[in-house]
Structures are given as C-alpha cells and as structure tokens.
Nanobody, 118 residues
Framework: VQLQASGGGLVQAGGSLRLSCAAS????????MGWFRQAPGKEREFVSA????????VYADSARGRFTISRDGAKKTAYLQMNSLKPEDTAVYYC????????????WGQGTLVTVSS
C-alpha cells in the first residue's frame, strides 16, 4: 500500500483544514486508515482511525469533537476534516494503514505540515 498525504497549510486559530490521504496498491478492505501527528520536539501521537470496510471510527481525546475522519472507497482516499483548530494542533500529520487493527500500522505516507497561527 502506498499512501500520499496532502492538504496541510497555514491557518488561523479557529479555522479549518481538510487533509487527504490517497492510497494505491492492494485493496484496503481489511485495513484501518489512521492519522497521526508529530509536533516539533514531541513524539508522534495518534489522532484518529477509520475502518475501511465498516466506517467505524476511533478518535484521540484531543481530536474528538473537532476532527472528523472519513473515507471514500471509490477514490481510495481517507480524509481528516479538522475544525476549530488550535495552535497546539500545529504538527506534521501522517496517514498510515494498519492491517485489521487501528493499534499497529504497516504502511506510512509522507507527512503534511499543518501550522495554526494564534
């Protein structure tokens, strides 16, 4: 599975961004698609994941209520809609694919930088 993340940019606090993760290669029906982020000087952290087949979702506490993860099977693309962005959301965001679990990931895309100004 190859993953290509996009959609990052500079946004003011309170604004919104939508990240995309385009997948290619094998079928995704047995995979979870996840989003992670890594802020400067911090460890990478889990943000959200979606089961490609069922659409069931998982969110970190920091994302719940502000971020929405989704997927489009026809486009083989996962999305992360981020609303009410805060400066502490500034990070490089990565998408990843995990086989049958959202707790372990086998494939990673390159990151896309999100910068939230105050």
């Amino acid at each position: 599975v190859q993953l290509q993340a996009s959609g990052g940019g500079l946004v003011q606090a309170g604004g919104s961004l939508r990240l995309s993760c385009a997948a290619s290669g094998r079928t995704l029906s047995n995979y979870y698609m996840g989003w992670f982020r890594q802020a400067p000087g911090k460890e990478r952290e889990f943000v959200s994941a979606v089961n490609w087949s069922s659409g069931s979702t998982v969110y970190a506490d920091s994302a719940r209520g502000r971020f929405t993860i989704s997927r489009d099977g026809a486009k083989k693309t996962a999305y992360l809609q981020m609303n009410s962005l805060k400066p502490e959301d500034t990070a490089v965001y990565y998408c990843a694919a995990g086989y049958r679990t959202w707790k372990k990931y086998d494939y990673w895309g390159q990151g896309t930088l999100v910068t939230v100004s105050s």
